[in-house]
């Protein structure tokens, strides 16, 4: 079995990763992390130190999800993907075919991420009114199952 687990190493990316070792610890899937940087949208040099600064956060903290993984007797590996979350995590299961893709429900509270601080509330509020959140764009796309874990917030 291969299941693909979204993560941004944000709170609730890693109640989801609690609840795939919880939930499938008795078969150790293969898992698949992918975790998206997006781009701020700007050329700026500010813009790109924000984006490296994110990028190397992200990477650092996905990168010890998978050794959390491998600890707990689960095959894993890591895509890095930049670019929009919705179609990068489209196309890495249009690619790599899982059986299952599994993600967190959005969470209006940042959780400490400076960026995600700051550009938070203008990228929710934009998603919601154009394309909805990444849960719901993938679940009209996506083609293999998926499991949205509640997170307690909202």
Same mark, same amino acid.
């Given at each position: 079995?291969d299941?693909m687990? /979204?993560?941004?190493? *944000?709170?609730?990316?890693?109640?989801?990763?609690? @609840?795939? !070792?919880?939930?499938?610890? #008795?078969?150790?899937?293969?898992?698949?992390?992918?975790?998206?940087?997006?781009?701020?949208?700007?050329t700026?040099?500010?813009?790109?130190?924000?984006?490296?600064?994110q990028?190397?956060?992200?990477?650092?903290?996905?990168?010890?999800?998978?050794?959390?993984?491998?600890? /707990?007797g689960?095959? *894993?590996?890591?895509?890095?993907?930049?670019?929009? @979350?919705? !179609?990068?995590i489209?196309? #890495?299961?249009?690619?790599?075919?899982?059986?299952?893709?599994?993600?967190?429900?959005?969470?209006?509270?940042?959780?400490?991420?400076?960026?995600?601080?700051?550009?938070?509330?203008?990228?929710?509020?934009?998603?919601?009114?154009?394309?909805?959140?990444?849960?719901?764009f993938?679940?009209?796309?996506?083609?293999?199952?998926?499991?949205?874990?509640?997170?307690?917030?909202?």
């Open positions: 079995m299941v687990l /979204a993560y941004d190493h *944000s709170r609730n990316a890693r109640i989801a990763l609690e @609840a795939v !070792k919880e939930m499938f610890g #008795a078969i150790r899937p293969n898992i698949t992390l992918i975790s998206v940087i997006e781009d701020p949208g700007s700026t040099s500010g813009a790109d130190d924000m984006f490296n600064e990028y190397a956060e992200q990477k650092a903290g996905v990168d010890a999800a998978a050794a959390e993984l491998l600890a /707990a689960f095959p *894993s590996k890591v895509i890095v993907a930049e670019g929009d @979350a919705r !179609k990068m489209l196309r #890495a299961c249009e690619e790599r075919q899982p059986n299952l893709l599994v993600m967190a429900r959005h969470s209006h509270k940042p959780d400490g991420n400076f960026i995600t601080r700051r550009l938070d509330a203008l990228v929710e509020e934009f998603d919601h009114m154009t394309f909805g959140s990444v849960s719901a993938l679940a009209r796309r996506v083609q293999c199952p998926l499991l949205i874990i509640p997170t307690g917030t909202g």
